[in-house]
């Protein structure tokens, strides 16, 4: 365990990784890369450890790809080769976390959206590929990822300020709205500020519409069921976004809400799939 170590696991995201709807082939890969990307996560939003501190240890993650670093990169590296996976998509995910440490603010939607397409996007590319999956179904991949991590970026606004003066709300859009910076530092939302949330919300729907039709487009039956269930966990939380203020009201799923849209998605993309007769 790192010095730099959250404790954070796999049980404790917003989504599933690797759960049992996976192939048992299929999630040892897909583990040994969330190993390596919660420790690079960590090493990037440890609160005291001193930029070239972070930049340097990521740097050892990049090194260990190739054999002769971090061990969870070692071991990422190890199966990539294995399974002839590209390698590009580890590379890209370290870069958005070297972003992390780098730049603290996002001009527009648009470098949002720049900054998701190393930090989320990848990871989804990485999962499809571990399948065998079409790389036609990336469109709809990468909307999806952009989605989930926007939806974090906004749960966890007023967090990411106060702990780490780390922006991901658009400054053009809190302009537009009249909201400000500092305003992420209160108990809850200013007008200005909630108007920015919302719009950001409202633009990530977008995403999820565009990522909707994902799932029928895979073929592993199981993946598609895991995929379903992100995307219907998402879309309720994006619905709690558009009502609810991260800065004061929960909007996370609690155990049987979770449960509840994940039976139902399973259900509705089996019963889908039998109609299909895919």
């Not at 926007?150 to 709205?177: E, F, G, M, S, W």
């Not at 009502?243 to 399973?266: F, M, N, Q, T, Y």
Request: charged share 25%.
């Amino acid at each position: 365990m790192s010095d730099l170590d959250s404790g954070k696991g796999h049980k404790d995201e917003n989504f599933p990784v690797a759960s049992v709807l996976v192939a048992a082939e299929h999630r040892a890969p897909i583990m040994a890369f969330y190993r390596f990307a919660r420790a690079a996560d960590d090493i990037a939003d440890h609160p005291t450890a001193p930029e070239a501190e972070k930049l340097a240890r990521l740097a050892e993650m990049r090194a260990g790809l190739d054999g002769r670093g971090a061990p969870e990169a070692e071991m990422l590296g190890q199966v990539q080769r294995e399974r002839g996976i590209d390698p590009a998509h580890a590379n890209e995910l370290l870069d958005a976390f070297v972003q992390d440490v780098t730049v603290r603010r996002y001009a527009s939607w648009d470098d949002l959206i720049g900054y998701c397409r190393l930090s989320a996007m990848p990871v989804g590319r990485f999962v499809l590929d571990v399948h065998g999956e079409d790389r036609a179904t990336w469109p709809r991949s990468d909307a999806l990822c952009a989605a989930l991590q926007v939806i974090n970026h906004l749960q966890d606004c007023a967090k990411d300020y106060r702990a780490l003066d780390r922006v991901y709300l658009p400054t053009d859009l809190l302009d537009r709205h009249g909201g400000r910076i500092a305003d992420l530092a209160g108990v809850s939302a200013t007008a200005g500020l909630r108007a920015t949330i919302v719009d950001c919300a409202e633009r990530t729907r977008l995403l999820l519409n565009t990522s909707a039709p994902f799932a029928r487009h895979i073929r592993s039956r199981r993946l598609a069921c895991e995929v379903a269930v992100i995307q219907r966990l998402a879309e309720d939380l994006t619905a709690m976004l558009l009502r609810r203020d991260p800065l004061s009201e929960p909007v996370h799923h609690g155990k049987p809400r979770a449960a509840w849209h994940a039976i139902v998605a399973i259900l509705s993309q089996l019963s889908a799939r039998m109609m299909r007769g895919a």
